[in-house]
């Protein structure tokens, strides 16, 4: 298996990590439930600074989907 293809696998899995993540804590803002939504915060951003770590994504998506969240968050 090529090296970028391989390199292709793992970063989805990373993605979808991510993405789940951000996905569970809106969804939490959404049912106006913030004690979970605080909870899946810390999950997401665990998420997205592996993500970044590993140069899924950039530094700036990074910062911007955080501050979104907690954004979110503040106003439940």
Not at 21 to 37: N, P, Y
Not at 66 to 72: D, E, G, N, Q, V
Request: aromatic share 2%.
């Amino acid at each position: 298996m090529r090296g970028s293809a391989r390199k292709h696998k793992v970063n989805l899995v990373t993605i979808a990590k991510y993405k789940d993540a951000v996905k569970a804590v809106r969804k939490a803002v959404t049912g106006k439930k913030k004690d979970d939504a605080v909870k899946a915060l810390q999950n997401a951003y665990a998420q997205l600074d592996k993500a970044l770590k590993k140069h899924v994504i950039k530094k700036n998506k990074a910062a911007r989907l955080k501050s979104r969240l907690a954004k979110a968050i503040a106003k439940v």
